[in-house]
């Protein structure tokens, strides 16, 4: 069974120290105007953002060498292989900062370079810590693993595709991919946390 989770700008506070590090700031940096230019693109994103995820059980078997065996598909990942040794189930999910945010970015690009990456890298901390939140719900009363995301390690982006379709994120979040199985909203992720 899908289960959805949404939340809006005021119920996920965005880890300022997160988006310094993306920036390649340090955490005690100081400036007026930047700081300026940090509340303005935070304010802007807090209004634009609409946080929505979904997340779903699978079964989970280990095959010979690399293989793992889910209820949506098949595939080798000694990376993911080894984040899951010792659970019994993989939870899945998709999450995304929405459409909204795709559009406040593509304004900011024609307005203000440091907008744009300030609007960026708030963006990116703002889906991580929607993710905590997601994180926290799935785990709540379980023993489970650190998530792990397509992409890290040799855990191929190609695998994308089945792992939305289970969740019929395209439907329920409005997630799309291109044909290098990139997504759309931009600020979207999906992972796995194993559960022992």
């Known amino acids: 069974m899908i289960k959805l989770i949404t939340c809006t700008g005021d119920e996920i506070c965005v880890n300022k120290d997160e988006a310094y590090r993306y920036m390649g700031l340090c955490r005690d940096y100081s400036n007026a105007e930047f700081e300026r230019i940090y509340g303005e693109c935070l304010g802007e994103y807090r209004k634009n953002v609409f946080y929505k995820g979904v997340y779903r059980e699978s079964s989970l078997s280990f095959g010979e060498g690399d293989e793992l065996f889910f209820d949506f598909c098949s595939f080798k990942s000694h990376a993911l ?18 459409i909204n945010i795709d559009r406040m970015l ?9 907008k744009l990456m300030t609007a960026d890298c708030i963006a990116s901390s703002g889906i991580e ?14 023993e489970t693993k650190p998530r792990f995301s397509l992409g890290y390690g040799d855990t191929e982006l190609k695998y994308q595709s089945d792992l939305l379709r289970f969740l019929d994120a395209e439907k329920t979040l409005g997630i799309t991919l291109n044909e290098f199985m990139m997504m759309t909203p931009k600020k979207s992720v999906t992972a796995f946390i194993g559960v022992k």
């Open 81 to 98: 292989k080894k984040n899951l040794e010792g659970c019994s189930s993989v939870v899945v999910f998709a999450a995304t900062a929405g």
């Open 106 to 114: 593509l304004k900011y690009r024609a307005l203000s370079l440091l």
């Open 129 to 142: 810590c929607f993710c905590d939140r997601i994180n926290g719900i799935i785990s709540e009363g379980r």
